[in-house]
């Protein structure tokens, strides 16, 4: 998560550790990590978080907030995810994918060939994936909430003007009252409507909190999404809560999940957090030749560089060894060539 | 482009600025306005660039690399995108669908379908789509080369350590010797293997540099592109030149491109960027109803976050203002009720 503001305040710590920036790593990645434990559920915060220095944090808030707004820097990945042409085409590209798959899934089944849950059974793993059997169960897709059918533009342009840490609060209070301040997800509308006249029922699987099942369901009809019912077509995360596949389980029961929609790799199956892999070990795991086959085809991602799961690593572990390049202008110079010497009778050695 | 250790930088002057950030957005905004135009071909910047305060920048360079690699702090975008599984996902999911529509459209043609091309006609507009003839030209696909088929991990790890302004000449640097600190992106040789397969001609359409037309050549070859021909397989950048609507004219006198590939919008026509439209109006225009249905189906799109023409935008450009939010702990405190005054008869009012 590219939490600008707090970075620009620690500098003035940083500055003062030679050579290096680690004074910064640990907020950004604390404020991420706290973000993503939130995310997956995890309402408890278990670890304390690193807190920046004393009076470091430049708090703009909402105080003469046309002067403020002016200098707000705004996060890369908020401009990618929020401003730009290319994530909205990332986003239709998806959802278009989705758009296809329910139709030809939906098709299948009303001429009476079998169609396939695209959620792994319980004991699956990644290298033998299994799936739960459909029978006749009604056709559903399965959504997130985050940043996969709304963006959360209120939240983020506040987070964006105010820097600082993520916080739980006041999440849980954006979720309360922000129900307005959304936006759906470039396609995602389309997609809805294209799976109810495909008679495939739109299901919600979030970790938004349950008890703001009221307000949740009250933002999606806001946002175009319809009518959802907390248990059936809205399932949200107890507290401390980890991870969504009790719930796409408890989903399976009733329906034939034949598309999972989400923008972090737990949308799809716990099994991507289960044993916190290395950051290079969880790549290869979603691309890894048994399951790298449902990306399009059943699973669908849509971008998001602002926060969560993928936010991880360190330089060596997101940069392999192996790619590490010199630029031949930082080379070392060529040594100064010794000088000659002169024999006593004149000749060159 | 998130440029995590100039802001750092910056900060010692930030916090001299009362109440605001400003200091560090011309950076920020200058690297990646810089890093931009050399990707659009346009190798000479015409507008001075700001630079930090003297001396405030943080150089880890390649000294004591080890030490200095455990501190650097890797911009999120490249977390996302050369770390995470997501974003693994994302262009897994992005390739397949190339792959289906490729394998579609070679179907087509060979049973004497008309098949279309997905370059724009000279004139056309995106409001009036018109895409250029095919005939019998032999089928190709057109895929733009930094971050849509190579992951440019050795300039960008290098990046993260040495912070600072995104440096053109850097840059033409790696281009010469960069050669195997590459990766392809995930999902690109299976689909550079299906098309040719399928009889379909595997183009690169880049806005790299001509003079580095060999080197850039090994550096496909040995990250498993195979061959290339300049001119023919291969297209580069003159120096000054903006746009690549013209090289892929000259590619569609030859081939009938059937789909394109890139991580930015001008990877597709130069329309997007013809105008400098605000960044909604941007947004808008690749959302359109004329263009939208592309997204997916002829043209296909990488995530990058990192870098480029989407990473724009101020404030109040990426956030609506009906999206605005206040956080209810930051509204106004009651007002203190008034005292209550007892008249002299002692009854309350």
């Known amino acids: 998560m590219n939490r600008a503001a707090p970075l620009l305040a620690l500098a003035a710590g940083a500055t ?36 920046p220095p004393a009076g470091a944090l430049t708090y703009l808030g909402p105080v003469d907030g046309k002067a403020a707004t002016g200098m707000v820097m705004v996060p890369p990945g908020m401009q990618y ?77 506040d987070q964006a003007k105010r820097g600082g840490e993520y ?41 938004r909190a349950v008890e703001n099942a009221a307000a949740t369901a009250a933002m ?26 009790r719930r796409r389980w408890a989903i399976s029961q009733q329906y034939c999940v034949i598309a999972q929609v989400g923008d972090q790799l737990g949308d799809f199956t716990d099994l991507f957090n289960a044993t916190t892999p290395d950051v290079a070990g969880r790549r290869a795991m979603a691309s890894g030749k048994n399951v790298e086959w449902l990306w399009g085809l059943g699973w669908f991602l849509l971008p998001n560089p602002i926060y969560g799961s993928a936010l991880k690593g360190s330089f060596n572990e997101v940069f392999p060894n192996d790619k590490q390049w010199t630029d031949p202008a930082d080379a070392a110079p060529s040594p100064v060539p010794a000088p000659v010497s002169t024999t006593t009778n004149g000749s060159v050695n």
């Open 220 to 245: 999606l009809k806001q946002a175009g999404f319809g009518e959802v019912a907390y248990g059936d077509t809205l399932w949200l995360a107890n507290a401390g809560e980890h991870g969504k596949d």
């Open 16 to 51: 003062l550790l030679q050579g290096c920036v680690v004074a910064a790593v640990p907020v950004a990645a604390g404020a991420a990590i706290a973000r993503e434990r939130f995310m997956q559920g995890d309402h408890d915060a278990d670890k304390p978080l690193p807190k």
């Open 167 to 207: 916080d739980q609060q006041r999440w849980l209070r954006w979720e309360q009252t922000g129900g307005g301040k959304v936006a759906p997800v470039p396609g995602v509308l389309d997609a809805v409507e294209i799976a109810r006249q495909a008679g495939v029922k739109v299901v919600f699987n979030s970790n």
């Open 81 to 157: 995810l929020y401003g730009s042409g290319e994530a909205a085409a990332a986003s239709l590209q998806a959802y278009r994918a989705l758009d296809t798959y329910l139709m030809a899934r939906a098709s299948d089944r009303s001429i009476g060939h079998q169609v396939k849950s695209v959620v792994l059974a319980p004991g699956a793993t990644l290298d033998a994936p299994k799936f739960a059997d459909c029978g006749e169960k009604p056709l559903a897709v399965v959504f997130d909430i985050d940043e996969t059918a709304v963006l959360n533009l209120g939240f983020e342009a």
